[in-house]
Nanobody, 124 residues
Framework: VQLQASGGGLVQAGGSLTLSCAAS????????VGWFRQAPGKEREFVPA????????GYRNSVKGRFTISRDNIENTIYLQMNSLKPEDTAVYYC??????????????????WGQGTLVTVSS
């Protein structure tokens, strides 16, 4: 499965963005999907994840109440709604997918497929 992340951009602190992760080559049916981010000089870190068909979600503590992950199983797309953005949310955001997780859902090693990333910049 090939993943394409989009929707990044420049936003002021307190603003909102919605990221999309579209799949091609295969549907995302039965796949777990997660979003990760990587700031300059830092390791890639987990943000949220969603199960199939969307009944379970998990979030990084620092984004709980601000970010919402969802999936449109007809459009074969995963969304990340980001509200109340902070400068520390600045990073390249990646979506990742796995038919079967190879570890804990909040770890990069659990996912077999990765998109190319989309840059989110939050100015103060």
């Amino acid at each position: 499965v090939q993943l394409q992340a989009s929707g990044g951009g420049l936003v002021q602190a307190g603003g909102s963005l919605t990221l999309s992760c579209a799949a091609s080559g295969n549907t995302l049916s039965y796949y777990y999907v997660g979003w990760f981010r990587q700031a300059p000089g830092k390791e890639r870190e987990f943000v949220p994840a969603i199960s199939w068909p969307g009944t379970k979600t998990g979030y990084r503590n620092s984004v709980k109440g601000r970010f919402t992950i969802s999936r449109d199983n007809i459009e074969n797309t995963i969304y990340l709604q980001m509200n109340s953005l902070k400068p520390e949310d600045t990073a390249v955001y990646y979506c990742a997918a796995a038919r079967t997780l190879r570890g804990d859902y909040d770890t990069t090693g659990a996912y077999a497929y990765w998109g190319q990333g989309t840059l989110v910049t939050v100015s103060s």
